[in-house]
T-cell receptor
Framework: AQKVTQAQTEISVVEKEDVTLDCVYE???????LFWYKQPPSGELVFLIR??????QNEISGRYSWNFQKSTSSFNFTITASQVVDSAVYFC?????????????FGSGTQLTVLP | EPEVTQTPSHQVTQMGQEVILRCVPI?????FYWYRQILGQKVEFLVS????????KSEIFDDQFSVERPDGSNFTLKIRSTKLEDSAMYFC?????????????FGPGTRLTVL
């Protein structure tokens, strides 16, 4: 069965600090997809990134970067020069390719607070 | 950015009452999903709907729940007899047009409060 673990329940940083959110996953599939979603205080789920299991290249998008390592089953998310608007709950999620529905399995989320 | 819409944004009901939550997914899509998030907890998969029938469902999705696509555009989640523990945010999701249906875009959610 698939599982996603986000061990950091809450993280608090001061604006402009870098912060890394950890995500560890478990799956028996060789083909799978990993995601990060942001949930701001308003409650909606905002898609940030999708990663395929066969593509281990790290990705950078502005102040966001993602480090995917199959050897450690991790898909960590780093925010560089954090801003107050980054304060939110961040969820890591996994979808297995073998399932017909490809539903997302979410981690328990990390509450990030960026202080001014 | 394609948009998934949900109504109502907030529903308050008495225990034992039936509620229907509505979603308008991204048009022309075949796959639709419902997820639930109890306050302060993680997002949990309820059910997926493909080609007008349930594709998969979780253990949470018991006989009290049902889904329909009554008119080809709306996608509904019905809870027949609500319980206190059904209080949660309910999200509808739909994949992006032309992309893998793994990449699910979520509606703004309906907050259900059962009193």
């Amino acid at each position: 069965a698939q599982k996603v673990t986000q061990a950091q329940t809450e993280i608090s940083v001061v604006e402009k600090e870098d912060v890394t959110l950890d995500c560890v996953y478990e799956t028996r599939d060789t083909t799978y997809y990993l995601f990060w979603y942001k949930q701001p205080p308003s409650g909606e789920l905002v898609f940030l990134i999708r990663r395929n299991s066969f593509d281990e290249q790290n990705e950078i998008s502005g102040r966001y970067s993602w480090n995917f390592q199959k050897s450690t089953s991790s898909f960590n998310f780093t925010i560089t020069a954090s801003q107050v608007v980054d304060s939110a709950v961040y969820f890591c999620a996994l979808s297995e390719a073998s399932g017909s529905a490809r539903q997302l399995t979410f981690g328990s989320g990390t509450q990030l607070t960026v202080l001014p | 950015e394609p948009e998934v819409t949900q109504t109502p944004s907030h529903q308050v009901t008495q225990m034992g009452q039936e509620v229907i939550l509505r979603c308008v997914p991204i048009s022309n899509h075949l796959y639709f999903y419902w997820y639930r998030q109890i306050l302060g907890q993680k997002v949990e998969f309820l059910v997926s709907f493909y080609n007008n029938e349930i594709s998969e469902k979780s253990e949470i999705f018991d006989d009290q729940f049902s889904v329909e696509r009554p008119d080809g555009s709306n996608f509904t989640l019905k809870i027949r007899s609500t319980k206190l523990e059904d209080s949660a945010m309910y999200f509808c999701a739909s994949p992006r047009t032309g992309g893998s249906y793994n990449e699910q875009f979520f509606g703004p959610g309906t907050r259900l409060t059962v009193l």
